[in-house]
């Protein structure tokens, strides 16, 4: 698309969105409440621990796990454990060489004292055991309870850690602290013990579950209760002793793994802090860089650039954190996938809109667009028509519409680089133009451009256009471009450049939209009548019947043409009502006058749609039968284009009626492309000459030879001929010299009432008798 074609087409989707920076502002403050109050806590779990499989790595076999499991709450036969058994597990991995000995058991209160003395004495004789302390925190940090050990034991033991995390809503622990506050003292966690890195009460760090779980060396309390573990496992490592059987508790969920006992979490926290201090980012470093990601998408107006800038920048997000994250620097992703996924929609729906709204070859603007378009109310609208588009697109090859539209586009556009093009299809374009501005001159130098052939795929082509004018109103745009579009037919017919809307016209066609409405109901009120046209003999010149035709004479717009009611009805499959009424009240007609002693006969028009009607014979026989009529005496006219129709389902139907004794008329013959051999297939009686040869014989030679050999023609066939159209004493007597049958035309007489046709075959047979 050339230039302007381009400019035009970014402008009037433009006009069609919303601003895009106030898209992003809003993503943008939406975002922001949904980093903060943390709404994307329930996916950003999963996201992270599909990323960690990035970096799935094994434990440091540093520290040992001691499980209190299934297996030692058997040996020992009861729960809680008499507390001689932690002494005994203390003396045992402190003869195994252990370097500390974590226990993540609560010992609160007293039990037996000579159970809780012979744990203390351990205890001291260890030297290297460290006891848990917990405080459960509420919001705000402030601290709503403590859990520590006994005083004698806690004096006993070489220290105090904390135990205490924070998870969420699956029990999955979120963040450890580093230390914790206990009865006013700094009290580290064990995971800050254990690696030895410590860090201000109040500081938490991401453990990494990275780390597989399965890897970290584990022994059974059972096991070390008999001595029977080997020391080389214990020695010079740390040791957690924690309980892993389901029914004590104290199971939390690790991801990608499943549910474990609490023991395993603390060695997970001390494995990430011997590797590198663990730092969060959050969610603002990817929450920007979604931000300009959208920024990006919005500046563009191709819709596989804004997906393939957002589709990245997704990508990014969800799978880019595993490279820091492999390093304990973690990031959060839903505030970022949140706006994302929040512009790719408002994208996604505009893209969706537009799509409505612009042509698909040529991507303009189309003619819903300009519907839609609430500035174009005040403005004149232009329209412009090219004539023969679609013959046009006919015949070129394929794909090469948009060349032509191009070509169009290119010369439309001279002088309008402010305004929107509109197109919509079968080459119709439309814009919008201040209603002040002189543009008649621009219309004239518009039309000469087109008068150069256009050149599409090696192919000169001559270009046809019109243009129409609807220079404001209240109307509704879609009423107005009508209009518009009316107005250019209008001026193409009348051989104009352009042409003005007339608002008459809209009345007009109002009234031509109600016809068919007003014409079954005009035939029930009587509006609708009969007019006979005489025909004469002219061998004997006597009238020997004549052609019924229907008139309108509406109450409030006096007649009606017959050519206007008639072909509408025709047109819109309306026909059969009028034709049974003209066959009622001309059969009727018919029949009065041959009951006088007349020899009468009645031609009806016969429109091709009735063909196809398999019941219209079985009622021009029921209209024959009542009213007593000759079926020879009854003619049906039918145009040479219908008769003529390559139809099986026509001859059938012109057949049928033949055999029932009604004749039938080739009308308004010479018109059509009939051969000798259709005039032989077909079972006509007579042929109808078209008056437009017949009132042109008497100048005409070429029409008078025409007229001749059709007779001719006819004769030969056994058939009569009546000319229509005998306007002067002339024409009449060129008939009579080329041995025609019978004329019909205002030399022979108007169309006239039943009343007066009857006084006029009276009047007839008077002047024959004197």
């Not at 159209?725 to 006239?752: K, N, S, T, W, Y």
Request: proline share 5%; glycine share 8%; hydrophobic share 45%.
């Amino acid at each position: 698309m050339g230039r302007i074609s381009a400019h035009v087409s970014k402008r009037s989707k433009m006009k069609s969105e919303a601003p895009p920076w106030k898209l992003l502002l809003w993503t943008a403050v939406a975002g922001i409440i949904f980093g903060l109050i943390g709404a994307g806590e329930i996916v950003e779990g999963p996201l992270r621990t599909i990323r960690n499989t990035f970096h799935w790595h094994k434990a440091s076999g540093d520290i040992v796990l001691v499980q209190i499991d299934n297996q030692a709450l058997r040996k020992v036969g009861r729960w809680p454990w008499p507390r001689r058994y932690h002494a005994q597990l203390a003396d045992r991995l402190t003869a195994a060489g252990a370097k500390r000995i974590f226990f993540d058991i609560t010992f609160v209160g007293t039990t037996d004292p000579a159970e809780d003395a012979a744990f203390a004495h351990a205890l001291k004789r260890s030297g290297r055991t460290i006891l848990p302390t917990r405080t459960l925190s509420g919001p705000n940090g402030w601290t709503k309870s403590e859990t520590t050990p006994l005083p004698d034991l806690a004096d006993a033991a070489q220290g105090l850690g904390t135990i205490s995390w924070h998870y969420n809503f699956q029990q999955a622990v979120t963040d450890i602290p580093y230390a914790a506050r206990a009865n006013g003292k700094v009290v580290p966690s064990y995971s800050a013990l254990m690696s030895g890195r410590q860090g201000p009460p109040g500081t938490t760090f991401v453990p990494d579950f990275s780390l597989d779980p399965k890897s970290i060396p584990t022994v059974s309390a059972a096991d070390v209760l008999d001595n029977t573990v080997d020391r080389k496992l214990l020695a010079g490592k740390d040791v957690v002793i924690g309980w892993t059987a389901e029914e004590l508790g104290d199971q939390f969920f690790v991801p990608g793994t499943g549910r474990m006992g609490g023991a395993y979490i603390h060695i997970i926290g001390a494995e990430t802090l011997k590797g590198s201090r663990p730092f969060n980012l959050g969610w603002i470093p990817l929450f920007l860089l979604a931000l300009g990601a959208s920024a990006a998408a919005l500046t563009r107006r191709d819709g596989r650039q804004q997906g393939a800038i957002l589709g990245t920048a997704a990508i990014v997000c969800l799978f880019g954190p595993a490279l820091p994250e492999s390093y304990h620097i973690y990031l959060d992703v839903t505030a970022a996938l949140f706006v994302m996924i929040v512009i790719s929609t408002a994208l996604g729906w505009r893209r969706y809109r537009v799509r409505g709204l612009v042509n698909p070859v040529s991507n303009l603007p189309n003619l819903s667009a300009l519907r839609a378009n609430r500035d174009g109310k005040k403005q004149a609208l232009i329209a412009a028509r090219i004539l023969n588009y679609e013959e046009i697109v006919a015949t070129l090859p394929p794909n090469s519409e948009r060349q032509l539209i191009d070509q169009i586009v290119s010369r439309l556009g001279v002088g309008m680089s402010n305004r929107t093009l509109y197109q919509g299809d079968g080459g119709i374009f439309a814009w919008f133009e201040d209603s002040r501005a002189p543009f008649g001159n621009h219309l004239d130098a518009l039309y000469s451009l087109f008068r150069n052939p256009a050149r599409v795929a090696g192919l000169s082509m001559d270009l046809s256009v019109a243009f129409g004018v609807e220079v404001g109103s209240s109307r509704s745009l879609p009423n107005r471009l009508a209009s518009a579009l009316v107005a250019a037919e209008e001026a193409a017919h009348d051989g104009l450049k352009w042409k003005f809307h007339d608002p008459e016209s809209l009345q007009q066609a109002s009234w031509k939209l109600s016809i068919l409405s007003e014409l079954d109901s005009a035939i029930d009120r009587g509006e609708v009548w009969v007019a006979y046209q005489p025909k004469l003999d002219i061998a004997t010149q006597r009238i020997i019947g004549a052609e019924a035709l229907a008139r309108w004479t509406h109450p409030e717009k006096g007649p009606i043409a017959a050519s206007e009611f008639v072909a509408a009805a025709e047109a819109h499959d309306r026909i059969g009502k009028l034709t049974d009424f003209v066959l009622e009240k001309s059969i009727a007609a018919a029949a009065g006058l041959n009951k006088q002693g007349r020899d009468f006969e009645i031609a009806v028009n016969l429109s091709a749609r009735l063909l196809s009607d398999k019941g219209f014979t079985l009622r021009v026989a029921a209209l024959l039968a009542r009213h007593g009529l000759d079926p020879a005496h009854l003619t049906l006219e039918l145009t040479e284009t219908a008769a003529l129709a390559d139809s099986g389902e026509s001859l059938e139907m012109i057949t049928r009626l033949r055999e029932l004794g009604v004749r039938i008329s080739i009308d308004d013959y010479g018109t059509g492309l009939s051969t000798l051999e259709y005039l032989k297939k077909i079972p006509a009686s007579e042929i109808k000459i078209d008056q437009s040869f017949v009132k042109a014989m008497v100048d005409n030679r070429s029409d008078r030879l025409m007229v001749q050999s059709t007779i001719g023609l006819a004769h030969s066939l056994g058939r009569k001929v009546v000319a229509e159209g005998v306007e002067q004493r002339e024409i009449l007597d060129l008939l009579v010299e080329m041995e025609c049958d019978i004329a019909q035309g205002f030399a022979i007489g108007r169309p006239m009432s039943l009343e007066s046709l009857a006084k006029r075959i009276s009047a007839d047979r008077k002047r024959s008798a004197a």
